[in-house]
């Protein structure tokens, strides 16, 4: 079974049908991209997917389970994660507060507990210093835990993002232009990490991007998005030298 699978999806706004007849197919553990020209729907696909838009109609199943209709906290306890195309940091907390900001989900103390500062309080704090410290480290990010976000590069904050991300244990994380703003060399770390993050935690990834470099570099598969449509889907290299790919978006 696929991890992810969409049939039928489409949305519209106002008369603009901004997604339509929108499919996918992605296998766990495949790094995978969604391209298309400014305005094609890329966006609102992840929208879709994360529950911030309710569709007009289709299915969304991760993992054999129907996602539509659930609210977007549901779908990131579901295994859903994301990162922005402008980035969405707690920019007033430290890079270590906005991965545990992420971990809220899967360690739990009471209210209670938390305002009277009881013993369990200290120990669940502990474990999610603990964790979100393995998780800066993963991103060469344990030296600034202290650091405020708004403080941080912006390559790094890019980063952050995303270690905030997987901060939620997904099965599935979704990455909006992740490479927007960066320098090459930032350019070339983030490759580097997006297949250290496949590798280390078997992560499925699905990428929005503009960088064909970037796409030939890191996704196995692909799906071109036109005017809302499914323009092409495939192997990265038949989809790149498709003639209709080229002719409606490469050679724009
Ligand atoms: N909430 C909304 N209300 C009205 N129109 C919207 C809304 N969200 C997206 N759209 C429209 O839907 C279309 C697709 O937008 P979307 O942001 O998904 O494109 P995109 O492929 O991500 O583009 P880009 O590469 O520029 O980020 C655009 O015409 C956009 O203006
Ligand atoms: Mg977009």
Redesign the pocket.
């Known amino acids: 079974m696929a991890l992810l699978e969409v049939k039928n999806l489409g949305i519209s706004?106002?008369g603009?049908r901004?997604?339509h007849e929108f499919h996918m197919k992605i296998e766990k553990g495949r790094l995978y991209g969604l391209i298309?020209?400014?305005?094609?729907?890329?966006?609102?696909?992840?929208?879709l997917l994360t529950g911030v838009?309710k569709p007009n109609e289709g299915i969304i199943t991760l993992d054999g389970e129907n996602i539509v209709g659930k609210k977007t906290t549901e779908i990131n306890k579901a295994g859903i994660a994301r990162t922005f195309?402008n980035i969405r940091l707690f920019k007033d907390l430290t890079v270590l507060d906005n991965v545990k900001a992420g971990l809220h989900n899967h360690y739990k103390y009471s209210t209670f507990a938390g305002i009277l500062r009881l013993p369990n309080y200290f120990k669940v704090e502990k474990a999610m210093d603990e964790k979100a410290m393995e998780l800066l480290k993963v991103f060469d990010l344990d030296g600034e835990a202290q650091t405020l976000a708004s403080n941080l590069p912006y390559g790094k904050q890019r980063k952050l993002e995303i270690a905030r991300a997987l901060a939620t244990e997904p099965k599935l994380l979704l990455l909006?232009?992740p490479a927007a703003g960066m320098n090459p060399n930032e350019t070339k770390e983030l490759m580097e990490t997006i297949h250290f993050v496949r590798d280390t935690f078997d992560m499925t990834i699905l990428l929005?991007e503009?960088d064909m470099k970037l796409v030939s570099g890191i996704c196995e598969e692909l799906t071109v998005?036109n005017f809302?449509q499914v323009l092409a889907e495939g192997k990265t290299a038949d989809v790149l030298n498709d003639p209709e790919v080229i002719k409606a978006y490469l050679g724009e």
Request: charged content about 10%; overall charge negative; hydrophobic content about 35%.
């Open positions: 706004f106002g603009l901004a997604v298309g020209p400014n305005g094609a729907g890329k966006t609102t696909v992840f929208n838009y195309q909006d232009e929005i503009h998005l809302g």
